[in-house]
């Protein structure tokens, strides 16, 4: 069967347009009274990677996050919020991002991200275990509201790697450490998001991120709003926008061999407004495979060599030390250089398990991914 993904153009974030543009993406993907029921509690997730505001980009908008909530409050649904940041408290990371502030005026109280349990997932391909937010586990359903954007590790984050959010605080540390491989985190992605299952995926590509992203990219206007249940087929027409391969986004590809969604053309039904009307060839994104990443002392060896290894630009770096705080490797594969915290931290690429955690929290996008010379003179033949 094939899946269903609405897009419909939106132009701004004032308000009248997303409420309308919202509407009428629910309206196509088969009508808000079709994802809840009167008194359910609903977790609306959405993306808060970090504290920073709206126009940085790096969060849900605000205003997306209103549109939908007053849509699923209009049912009479119970209304949550929440997310796991990957650096800071919850409560901070969501004012600075406006949507505490929503949150409070429609009186939709947030979700405990703080403290969470531990779930079994018999279905589980890579992971069967997981420590779950409560709000999450509480909750009778959840909306997942990803923000349309880069990623270091996953190229591209959008419905499947939306969910990691669900698992609280240095848990998400742990899973970088055992599982370095993308792929492999893909795989653990994948086993979360099934487990998880939300209801529905609303995706802010309003003004989308390219470049260093997930938190370091630059804004560029995409003016849409991609609906769907399907999140391997949200993410692959997402792909298709920014001209990058679905099939180079390990959550997609290992989604797709899962049976978690379609990915192909022809699987996938676009309803609203054209495909075509929405692509941009140059979205500033990597168009290659991700690097394996396996263990061993000579496989070791070889990722030193071709893998992508993360630079500090010092003339960019503030000395803030979110990229040592959020390497989740024993002994910090990043950090001060004897102690000295006036200069920018340095790497220590043996220990580096190049999950680009320290790349997705800098604050000043002084961090990026360099390739090897080995794979840009591969690149010239
Ligand atoms: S996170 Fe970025 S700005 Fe802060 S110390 Fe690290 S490189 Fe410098
Ligand atoms: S230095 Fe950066 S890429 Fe390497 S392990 Fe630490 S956080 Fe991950």
Known sequence: MKSKVALVRCNSYEAEEVKKAVARGLELIGGTQS??????????????????????????????????????AAQGAVLLYGDSPGFGATGAAAKKAGIADVAETLNIEAADFKDGREVFYEAGVQNKKFHIANGVLDADGLISLPKMKTHGLERFTGGVKNQFGCVVGIRKGEFHVKLPDATDFAKMLVDLNSFIKPRLYVMDGVMAME??????????????????????????????????????????????????????????????????????????????????????????????????????????????????????????????????????????????IKCYCCQEMCPESAIYLKEPMIIKVGKMF
Not at 54 to 62: A, F, N, Q
Not at 274 to 280: E, G, R, S
Request: aromatic residues 8%; hydrophobic residues 40%.
């Open 35 to 72: 994802f809840v029921s009167k008194g359910e509690k609903i977790l609306l997730k959405v993306n808060l990677l970090v504290g920073e505001v709206p126009e940085k980009c790096v969060t849900t908008h605000p205003a997306v996050f209103k549109a939908v909530a007053e849509e699923f």
């Open 211 to 352: 470049g260093n992203g997930p938190r370091g990219g630059t804004p560029l206007a995409m003016n849409v709003l991609l609906f769907s249940t399907d999140p391997i087929a949200l993410d692959a027409t997402a792909c298709r926008m920014i001209n990058l391969n679905p099939l180079f986004v390990p959550t997609t590809l290992v989604g797709a061999e899962a049976g978690a969604g379609n990915y192909k053309e022809e699987d996938i039904e676009i309803v609203g407004d054209a495909l075509k009307d929405f692509i941009c060839l140059d979205f500033n994104v990597e168009r290659t495979p991700v690097k394996s990443i396996k263990k061993g002392k000579m496989v070791q060896f070889l990722n030193n060599r071709l893998v992508p290894k993360p630079y500090i630009i010092e003339e960019k770096c503030t000395q803030c030390g979110t990229c040592v705080h959020s390497c989740p490797v024993d002994g910090k594969a990043v950090n001060w250089l004897n102690n000295d915290k006036t200069k920018a931290p340095v790497y220590d690429y043996s220990k580096c």
